[in-house]
């Protein structure tokens, strides 16, 4: 039985799985430093195989220690994304059938985002460690993926990060948040503010999309979240004008409130916000805390002209009465998800 197991410096991220199978291996192969991980959880008697060489060669040495012996084949790389198990399947073929089972720890990546907070959610994992990866392979991969909004979680890219950069500000995505973990770092920047030499190579990069935000210090992509609101009368009144085509348009200065946010040229379309409360920190808005108040004081983004432009018309299309900011909230929240990466 061979077990390919991943190991690293963070010994809570190795499953039981992996430890059962390590305690009734006969037969320990790795490289050195990755064994040197572990070598207190080895008992005495164990044969202990160091291995120097290339990788490909460090995956066919277990499987040849493998007939009738337990092989417990160490990896420091995520073995199901980017390490040996990748290599294990693709020589595979060579070898008559054998038992085998593959233990994953948490990634580097997952573990990586939980330092930083929570900036997961449709992400591509992305690993620039191959040198025989094609340039024009990586930059592809980058730009299609900051076009489609994709958070990014970037394994080893020192090398790459001035390209990595000059593709997202072409893209207009200087204020984007960008969560970085090395060795010795672990922290979120702007990308116009994030230098080369703040990575070290064995750097995790995790890129955020539009709605990647900061709060107490913690990256956060959120997650669409479904708050039935209560219906103010003020908010019943506006929603019947505005059904009946009667509310304000453009800039509303005979508002005696005008205007309500710290912003210039604001649009008054929607004096009340149709998606509150989004209970989504990404435009500004966050809880009042301990009293279960979503708070917009901070949000200026629906009072946008490129936003309004954006959200009336497809408000339009699915409004028919003021029942609806309840009734269709998951309708409106796909138009306010749509309308925040257009603009």
Same mark, same amino acid.
């Given at each position: 039985m061979l077990h390919i197991i991943r190991v690293d410096s963070n010994r809570e991220n190795m499953t039981i799985g992996a430890l059962n199978a390590l305690k009734k291996s006969e037969i320990i192969v790795g490289y050195k430093e990755n064994l040197r991980m572990i070598e207190d959880l080895i008992e005495e008697g164990k044969i202990i195989h160091e291995y120097v060489g290339?990788?490909?060669?460090?995956?066919?040495l277990g499987i040849s220690m493998n007939p009738n012996k337990e092989v417990a084949l160490i990896d420091c790389e995520d073995p199901e994304?980017?390490?040996?198990?990748?290599?294990?399947f693709q020589n595979l073929g060579k070898h008559d059938k054998f038992d085998f089972k593959i233990y994953p720890s948490v990634s580097s990546i997952s573990y990586g985002a939980t330092l930083l907070g929570a900036p997961l959610t449709d992400f591509v994992a992305i690993d620039l460690s191959s040198d025989l990866t094609p340039l024009s392979e990586i930059k592809e991969k980058i730009e299609t993926s900051a076009k489609s909004n994709f958070v990014m979680a970037i394994y080893k890219g020192k090398k790459y990060f001035d390209l990595i950069k000059e593709i997202l500000l072409d893209l207009k995505k200087?204020?984007?948040?960008i969560g970085l973990v090395n060795n010795t770092n672990c922290n979120a920047v702007k990308l116009k503010?994030?230098?080369?030499?703040?990575?070290?190579?064995n750097n995790i990069l995790i890129i955020g999309n539009k709605m990647t935000y900061?709060?107490?210090? %913690?990256?956060?992509?959120?997650?669409?979240?479904?708050?039935?609101?209560?219906?103010?009368?003020?908010?019943?009144?506006f929603y019947t004008n505005f059904i009946n085509d009667e509310s304000p348009k453009g800039y509303n200065k005979n508002c005696e409130y005008y205007p309500c946010h710290d912003m210039s040229n604001q649009q008054c379309d929607f004096c009340y916000?149709?998606?509150?409360?989004?209970?989504?920190?990404?435009?500004?808005?966050?809880?009042? %805390?301990?009293?279960?108040?979503?708070?917009c004081m901070d949000c200026t983004w629906i009072h946008e002209k490129k936003v309004v432009n954006c959200v009336k018309p497809k408000i339009k299309e699915i409004f028919e009465s003021v029942k609806d900011l309840q009734t269709k909230k998951e309708?409106?929240?796909?138009?306010?998800?749509?309308?925040?990466?257009?603009t």
């Open positions: 290339d990788r490909v060669h460090l995956v066919e994304t980017f390490g040996l198990a990748n290599l294990f200087e204020d984007i948040w503010d994030l230098n080369r030499d703040e990575l070290d190579l900061i709060e107490n210090s %913690k990256l956060i992509t959120p997650q669409s979240v479904v708050i039935i609101p209560y219906i103010h009368p003020l908010t019943k009144e916000c149709p998606f509150y409360p989004c209970g989504d920190g990404s435009t500004g808005g966050k809880w009042i %805390k301990n009293k279960n108040v979503w708070n309708d409106l929240l796909k138009i306010r998800r749509k309308c925040i990466f257009k």
